[in-house]
């Protein structure tokens, strides 16, 4: 099993639509947790952080579920800008490691 | 602009030379990694360096060989790769967990 899964997707949709992506882990020592985003031939970079009570920045919202190890991207009123792959990203506890999902890519269409 | 800069951006190399690849940041971060990304797969840690010393090491073949010169660079020397580790190689620093990664080095073998 991988350590870190995604639905590599892509899902295609609407501008204006509301789209959520889930990710899981098998790491129970997982301890932090994070979304990046990454654009065709670009680096990863960071979208925001996973706080264990949920936490929204804009038209972004992050969940955490530790029971089911899971996190969640919540995107709402999607923009064209929204298109690129979206990577769950976990911090295995007292190590530097940090372990990244396949990514889900995101299309927006006009 | 992250603040982690990687030399060369592109690199074409025959599989019996021997090249490198540069990572520098002046971030004050203490903790450097080497990622590797293929089309189609998750980015894959290869290595790890914190305070200069190699903290995680994944089972990367030999012919990768990192090294620390202090906190704020980052070698990968490479030789006699083969075809199939052709990718971009992504270096970057964590600062409370938080990554941030350089633009990437494009890697071609023939």
């Known amino acids: 099993r991988k350590e870190v899964e995604q639905d590599p997707g892509p899902f295609n949709v609407p501008e204006g639509a509301t789209v959520a992506f889930n990710c899981t882990y098998s790491n129970s020592a997982s301890q932090s947790f994070f979304w990046y985003r990454q654009d065709c031939r670009k680096e990863p970079k960071l979208l925001m952080s996973?706080?264990?009570s949920g936490n929204e920045d804009g038209r972004f919202t992050a969940q955490l579920n530790r029971a089911s190890q899971y996190i969640s991207l919540l995107i709402r009123d999607s923009k064209l800008s929204d298109s690129a792959t979206y990577l769950c990203?976990?911090?295995?506890?007292?190590?530097?490691?940090?372990?990244f999902g396949t990514g889900t890519r995101l299309q927006v269409f006009p | 602009e992250t603040g982690v800069t990687q030399t060369p951006r592109h690199l074409v190399m025959g599989m019996t030379n021997k090249k490198s690849l540069k990572c520098e940041q002046h971030?004050?971060?203490?903790?450097m990694y080497w990622y590797k990304q293929s089309a189609k797969k998750p980015l894959e840690l290869m290595f790890v360096y914190n305070f200069k010393e190699q903290t995680e090491n994944n089972s990367v073949p030999s012919r990768f060989s990192p090294e620390c010169p202090n906190s704020s660079h980052l070698f990968l020397h490479l030789h006699t790769l083969q075809p199939e580790d052709s990718a971009l190689y992504l270096c970057?620093?964590?600062?409370?967990?938080?990554?941030?990664f350089g633009e990437g080095s494009w890697l071609t073998v023939v």
């Open positions: 990203v976990v911090n295995i506890k007292n190590t530097d490691k940090l372990i």
């Open positions: 971030l004050g971060h203490n903790a």
């Open positions: 996973v706080y264990s």
């Open positions: 970057a620093s964590t600062r409370e967990n938080t990554i941030y």
